[in-house]
């Protein structure tokens, strides 16, 4: 019998893997490795170009041994309307020449959203690896694309039960969803080691391993109200005063410190946004983290960092119940009362969840092949 399970293929699956966005790049590094090793899959990489700067996208490529992309769309940044109707268009063109088995998008940004959207309307199945997760909040952008692609995707791959729930909720047949665990949690763990033994992260940026707290802020929610902003900073200022804080700015926030503050950086440690290996590496050694990252809450549960998540609410519920995360928001006062009850005790101590345990991408792999393809 052939490793799918049924007849034995001529050929390999041809495979459109879709990236966008930097979290994108965690997430279809192992899926990508695994493929090239396997002869059941030809997989396809396509970078839409929505993050486009080399500390945004090239280094994450180099860092995570991802090949070259064979097709780059450069779409680059614009309205979420632009955006995404940009890669709409030109992924269809794509699909249509490159003709695909399947198409596999991870996570929840517009490119994820356009990338499946063109497929389906072309009959191309799609498979969404994290699936589910929800939020709650339909004022993220990133809501809106998850319900999206999940509404209309074949195969729904979830990191966490709370997904699986969600997705049954919304009336999605049990046969679609697989629970396989989270593959950007095989690329952490893929890449700890590595990150580890660099030398010279911590030393420029004056801090010593468990004396410090890693702080990452893009969402619109919280960087595109100056009041809210400048709110937040302050506090978190006031907080640096106490144990150091790393600031790693993202372009977005960037931008929003010279349009909304008139270029009045906060007095924090900053930094330009870090490679993959270099972020591991200062999360792994922080004392604690916060974050409005939906990633980094995840990361920080395996790496056994507290984590203080600068949001009202989060669609990855198993971080809080199982993992280091706590729910902080962005009430300044709480922010600071929350952190410094981690550096007086400890913070949460948690566990990684069920199947976060590095073989997500291979499992995905194998419900793939295992599908009735046919024998073409
Ligand atoms: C996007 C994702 C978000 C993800 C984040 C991680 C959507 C809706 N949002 O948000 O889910 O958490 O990526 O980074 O897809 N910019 C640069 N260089 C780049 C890319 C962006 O300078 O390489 C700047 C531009 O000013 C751009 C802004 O960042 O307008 C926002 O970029 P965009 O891709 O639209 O959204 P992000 O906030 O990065």
Redesign the pocket.
Known sequence: MSRSGGKQRSRPLRSLVVA????NFMKVAPLLRRMHAREDFEPILVHTG????A???DGFFRDLGIPEPEFNLGV???S?AE?TGQVLIKIEQLILRQAPDLILVV??????LAATLAAVKLNVPVAHVEAGLRSGDRQM??EI?RIMTDSVSTWLFVTEEAGRINLLNEGVPESKIHFVGNVMIDTLLDHLERARSLDNILEPLQVTPGAYAVLTL???SNVDDPDRLKALFAALEELHQEVPIVFPI???T??AIETQLGGASPKLQLSPPLGYLEFLRLMADARLVLTD???IQEETTVLGVPCLTLRENTERPVTLEEGTNTMAGSNPEVVKQCFRDVIAHGGKQGKAPPLWDGRAADRILDILAGQPWGAS
């Not at 966008?20 to 979290?23: F, L, T």
């Open positions: 966008g966005a930097r979290p929505q993050h486009y700067d500390v945004m996208s680059g940044s614009g979420h955006q996570g929840d940004v517009n490119s994820t952008p990133e694309n893009h969402r619109p993202h372009p977005r960037q931008a990252s939906g990633g």
